[in-house]
C-alpha cells in the first residue's frame, strides 16, 4: 500500500508539473504572439485591425530554446501598400527567429487589391485614362487612349517580383484589332506595362497573381527577410 502511495503521489506530482509546464508554455507563446503582431505593424503601412497572430506547434518553449519558431501564420484585415489599399492579406512564415534582428527564413504573403487599387497603379505608373472592372474573369480596360476610346482586356502576372500587365485583345468601335495595329504609337502606350508593387519587407517580391471577382488575388514570397525591429509603446 506504501508502494502505491508513493507511486500515486509521483504520478500526481508529474500531473502538476506537466499541467504547469503546459501554461506557462501557453503564456509564453501568447506573449510572443503578441511582439510578432507588433513587428508585423511596424512593418506594414496602415494596417486595418491588429494582427492576429498564430504559433504553430507544440510545446512551443523548446522552441523558443532554439531560438527560432518553425511556423506562423497570421491574418490581417487590410494594410497599404505604397498608398495602395490591400484587403484580407495572410502572413506564413518559416523559422522566425525571437532574437533581434528578427529574420524570416521563408516568407508568404498573399493580399487582395481590389478592382480600385488596381486601377490606382495603372493610373499612377501609366498615366492612361482608362477605368478597369472584372468581367468574365478578365480585366477589362475601357477609356480613351490618345484621344481614341477603346477597350481592352488585360492579362495581369508577376515578373522578376513586379505586376506585368499585358494586352490580349483590344476593341474599337466593335472591330477588335491588334496591338500591333494601333495608330499613332497607342499600341505602344498599351504594351510593356510593368507596375512595381513596394510597400513589402526588403527581400520580398511578387510571385504570382489571380483574377478573381473584385480585383487581384497577388502573392509575395521572399527567403531570409529581415523585419525591422517593432517600436516599444
Known sequence: ??????????????????????????VTAHHTEQQ??????????GVVGTPQVHVQGF????????????HVTGTIDGATL???TAQDVTFDGRDVTTAQPYTVGKATVTATLPTESVQHLVDQQTG?????AVTNGAV???????????????????????????????TIAGLTVSVD?????IGDRLQDVTIPVTGLPAGMGLADVTVIDDGLRVTATGEHVALEQPTEG
Open 59 to 70: 510545446p512551443f518553449l523548446t522552441q523558443l530554446a532554439a531560438g527560432s519558431l518553425d
Open 181 to 185: 495595329d494601333l495608330p499613332g504609337g
Open 1 to 26: 500500500m506504501r508502494a502505491l502511495t508513493v507511486v500515486g503521489a509521483v504520478v500526481g506530482v508529474a500531473i502538476v508539473a506537466g499541467g504547469a509546464f503546459v501554461v506557462v508554455d501557453r
Open 140 to 170: 477589362r480596360a475601357s477609356g480613351s487612349v490618345l484621344g481614341v476610346t477603346l477597350t481592352a482586356d488585360l492579362e495581369p502576372h508577376a515578373v522578376d517580383g513586379k505586376l506585368k500587365v499585358d494586352v490580349q485583345k483590344v
Open 82 to 84: 505604397s498608398g495602395v
Open 128 to 132: 492612361l485614362d482608362v477605368d478597369l
Open 36 to 45: 510578432l503582431s507588433a513587428a508585423i505593424e511596424q512593418n506594414l503601412d
